[in-house]
């Protein structure tokens, strides 16, 4: 056994043992099969939402990472062979295992062709549907050391919020979130019993929240501008309606950004029992997507999620207790 043997024990058989290792499944690209480079690319997936005065707030949903894809050759007498078994990967349309060095991710072979040059040359082109990232870990796993401080800084805004929005229907609504959430010690170790007396008033919040804001949005367009009077409406009311709009103006912004809040707070708490495995989650109007952005990392594994509780529909309306299958 030489040297080389003991320090560099995974480089690719029979090739340079410097050479940079590239495998899907059980195939190994050996020397002129490997590219010059291969493009590793994500997006996170966001929402916008664009408020009054040019404020933004941006929903994260999820990396979504871009289809892999190369170019090589297969050189050799056993060129034929080798292209036959990769053809064989992309038939079977079986998830398996991409490494890139000190990537690994779990893929599909979603497309393979050949062009026939020679006997023994080759040119191939491969490109990988991206299922899931294997080398990454859990977001559970690290939301369950800082679940609570994050809640309890969105209850300390909602408050703030709720006080420059003052709408005693808002306070109120906004007071049972803080009330929920202080009467339980972990949230990251909460069952989802306990959850579900958080969510309530989340969810009761939020209904509020939209409630006034609809009511808000259509003062404003409904208010008369002071640029005249018209008939019968008296200098005192118009003054009253301008003050009315300021007081919204302020208000709407308030309203979208607690709308926001309300949002991660229940995130934050439907992550409890996902950071502590826990099997099922009680959550309200939501998607699937969104549900598996929180539990694998990746929005694109809802179908999960979906087969376990026998849904079409990625949409959840209304509270509903979702089942989220463990491991990734």
């Known amino acids: 056994m030489s040297f080389l043997d003991n320090v ?9 043992p410097f050479a940079t290792r590239v495998a899907v499944g059980s195939f190994e690209f050996q020397g002129l099969e490997v590219p010059e480079s291969i493009a590793i690319g994500a997006k996170q997936q966001t929402v916008v939402h664009k408020l009054t005065g040019g404020k933004r707030i941006v929903d994260v949903l999820g990396v979504d990472y871009d289809s892999i894809s190369w170019k090589g050759w297969m050189l050799g007498p056993t060129a034929g062979e080798r292209v036959k078994s990769l053809e064989a990967l992309r038939d079977a349309g079986e998830a398996v295992v991409f490494v890139l060095e000190d990537y690994h ?78 009467s339980v010690q972990s949230i990251a170790n909460a069952t989802a019993a306990t959850v579900q007396t958080v969510i309530r008033p989340i969810v009761a919040a939020g209904q509020v929240v939209n409630a006034v804001i609809g009511q808000v949005g259509g003062a404003i367009q409904d208010i008369t501008t002071l640029g005249g009077l018209i008939p019968g409406n008296p200098v005192s009311k118009a003054a009253n309606n301008h003050i009315r709009q300021v007081q919204a103006y302020t208000q709407l912004p308030a309203l979208y950004e607690l709308q926001s809040v309300l949002g991660r ?12 495995g826990t099997a099922s989650v009680v959550t309200s109007n939501t998607n699937l997507q969104s549900l598996a952005a929180q539990a694998y990392g990746d929005q694109s594994q809802w179908t999960r999620i979906a087969a376990a509780n026998g849904m079409t529909d990625p949409n959840v309306a209304g509270v509903q207790t979702v089942v989220i299958p463990k491991g990734t």
């Open 265 to 276: 707070i229940e995130k934050h708490v439907l992550a409890g029992p996902l950071a502590s």
């Open 8 to 16: 560099l024990p995974s480089f690719t058989a029979g090739g340079d």
């Open 105 to 182: 991710f779990k893929v599909v072979i979603s497309h393979f062709a050949v062009e026939f040059a020679h006997r023994y040359r080759r040119q191939y082109t491969i490109e990988l549907e991206v299922i899931d990232r294997a080398d990454a870990k859990p977001a559970g796993n690290a939301l369950a050391g800082s679940l609570d401080a994050l809640i309890n800084s969105d209850v300390g805004s909602a408050l703030g919020l709720a006080n420059v929005i003052n709408v005693q229907a808002v306070t109120d609504a906004v007071t049972s979130v803080q009330s929920a959430v202080s």
